[in-house]
């Protein structure tokens, strides 16, 4: 039975490495953007359920969901009263050049006694605001001709598609040891090859294999190696491959309170969030993610041409265009009413000095300045940052109520100029080293004099209030303070008095310190998980431990996080969202090393 508008959480996502979908638990795609993560959809039901689009391959009965262990292979299991039947989902990797050609491969077979199924291929291009033109050029195949792209619809087995008003769809039986597949894919313009029965299979053992293949490379062996290794395959998943850039979530529109507005689309990449992706991989052994990105990088720095003037701005489309006008789908209801919904994103315009500190943080991974293009590019921003580090801005959270002298952002201008000098003796290119020391030691004064508040006994948001921010629980990773600095310490008490709940942390305080926007939001699950490591590394080893376990009992049937988490432990905001599974691989590491006594 297909839910109108199924949770946040009530789903898995499949990919190729240049797009992604996801899959609902019950056997619904109600979103896949194509031929990339941030092109319009063809498949966008989560955000209109007349309007979205869909394709529904769906039975009566109890359903449960799972990935095929250490795969981006989504299996959907239907148990009615008749049989047991199940739909295997996936999409095969493409590590090549960028392409108009994606196929999702669904497979269906039942078990166990008879299935009765229902297929519908409703695809609403561009956002649901094109027509379409359906063609049924032979037995067992359906082309929806769209603006600029084509979705080609192969069955194979015992079943016949109709047309049904300008759509495709078919009921069928199968019984025990029965199978059918349904294989859709983009294509530009031309024809596309049907594929046999053998090559479906063949698709899926390589699919399931290159999977298999790429864990191998992963180092970690800790307490936590499932956990860790599904959120390693959803950084992966959210990466594309041809720019090595990673985007901050597969999806666009999904509300960080229901009915609110806050409801933004995070298809692109973020320098900050990406950066710390490709960190958490290359902590895992990763490192040709990481390599990728840190080319991205140093292509964006020698491109420069960003809204801001600046020399990066905080966000690009994954092909490194700098240009994400926002625009408001005003034909689209929203998931569950919550309006309204963009696409594009305003934000990129925002100043944000923090971005530099994690560029620097990305750039001087291992062999990042290795090279001598990677020290020039940081050379160059650190000398541009020296002469512009002390201005205010819009801050980690994005906030659109005005710029302020926030806190984070001068920790991670910091960060740039620590990691610059670290890294200085090592390269033959002469730096003004002198300069940068000068400056990050002001700014490391500014910070003690002015984002320490003596009333609060802690760090705060900026320097004009006493609010406190959870993104300050990243001070003791990069080497602001030290874990048991008796500062740190009360930073850490008074934050857990106030943003702090049954482990689950707030951002901030929306209503002591306005943010432009309404309404109200969860907690968010980032600050969460660096609420552990930071737990952990202060001493509290055996808090951290149980608030982490606890933690994962807000993930999703498959091991998938939201960016935030409602009153009741429901999943808000964009799905899956990188930046949380990034701290949740930080918080097993940081327990395992403090477990293990090596901390």
């Known amino acids: 039975m297909m839910s109108v508008y199924p949770g946040i959480g009530d789903h898995g996502m499949i990919g190729d490495l240049q797009t992604a979908a996801l899959v609902s638990r019950d056997g619904v795609v109600d979103w896949w953007c194509a031929p990339r993560f941030d092109s319009p959809s063809l498949f966008a039901s989560l955000l209109d359920h007349r309007r979205g689009g869909h394709c529904a391959l769906t039975a009566a009965g109890t359903v449960r969901q799972l990935y095929l262990p250490d795969t981006a292979i989504l299996l959907t299991r239907f148990m009615g009263p008749g049989g047991v039947g199940e739909v295997v989902d996936f999409m095969p990797p493409d590590e090549g050049p960028a392409t108009d050609a994606h196929r999702i491969i669904r497979i269906v077979r039942t078990v166990r006694g008879s299935v009765d199924f229902s297929f519908a291929c409703r695809p609403r291009f561009d956002y649901g605001r094109a027509e379409h033109r359906l063609e049924l050029p032979a037995a067992g195949t359906a082309v929806f001709h769209g603006p600029g792209l084509d979705l080609h619809l192969q069955a194979l087995g015992p079943l016949e598609l109709r047309e049904d008003a300008g759509d495709a769809v078919a009921g069928f039986t199968l019984t025990a040891g029965q199978r059918a597949a349904f294989v859709l894919t983009t294509a530009s313009s031309g024809p596309v090859a049907a594929p046999s029965e053998v090559e479906v299979r063949a698709a899926f053992d390589a699919c399931r294999r290159y999977w298999h293949r790429w864990l191998r490379g992963c180092s970690y062996r800790g307490r936590f190696r499932d956990t860790v290794n599904r959120s390693a395959i959803t950084l992966k998943l959210l990466t594309y491959h041809p720019t090595g850039a990673p985007v901050a979530a597969a999806t666009m529109g999904l509300p960080e309170q229901i009915g609110g507005e806050r409801n933004w689309d995070y298809r692109y990449t973020w320098v900050r969030d990406a950066s710390l992706s490709v960190g958490a991989l290359t902590e895992l052994g990763f490192t040709a993610e990481a390599a990728a990105f840190r080319r ?169 209030t006493d609010v406190l921010d959870a993104s300050l629980l990243l001070m003791p990773r990069v080497g602001f303070v030290a874990p048991h600095d008796p500062v740190w310490l009360s930073t850490l008490d008074a934050m857990e008095r106030e943003l702090v709940s049954d482990g689950l942390v707030y951002r901030y305080d929306p209503s002591a310190s306005p943010d432009g926007l309404r309404g109200e939001e969860g907690t968010f699950n980032l600050c969460s998980f660096l609420y552990v490591e930071a737990l952990a590394r202060t001493g509290r080893v055996e808090r951290a431990h149980y608030t982490f376990d606890k933690m994962l009992t807000y993930a999703n049937h498959v091991g998938l996080f939201a960016e935030e988490l409602g009153q009741s432990g429901e999943q808000l905001g964009n799905f899956p969202q990188a930046f949380t599974h990034i701290a949740l691989i930080g918080a097993a590491l940081a327990l395992d090393e403090c477990l293990d006594g090596r901390s």
Request: no cysteine.
């Open 296 to 464: 991205w990088m140093r292509d964006r720095l020698d491109a420069g041409g960003t809204a801001s003037g600046e020399p990066l701005q905080i966000m690009y489309r994954v092909d490194g265009d700098p240009r994400l006008d926002e625009e408001v789908l005003h034909h689209l209801e929203g998931y569950r009413g919550s309006a309204p919904v963009r696409a594009g994103n305003a934000a990129a315009d925002q100043i944000q000095l923090d971005i530099y500190g994690e560029a620097a943080y990305a750039l001087a991974e291992r062999d990042g300045i290795a090279q001598i293009h990677g020290w020039r590019a940081l050379v160059d921003v650190l000398d541009w940052l020296a002469e512009h580090w002390d201005r205010p801005d819009e801050g980690v959270w994005e906030t659109r109520g005005g710029r302020q002298d926030f806190t984070f952002s001068r920790l991670m201008t910091w960060v740039a100029f620590d990691r610059g000098i670290r890294h200085s003796l090592t390269h033959a290119r002469p730096a003004d080293v002198a300069r940068w020391t000068r400056v990050r030691d002001e700014v490391y004064q500014q910070i003690v004099d002015r984002g320490w508040h003596s009333g609060r006994k802690a760090f705060v948001q900026h320097f004009a």
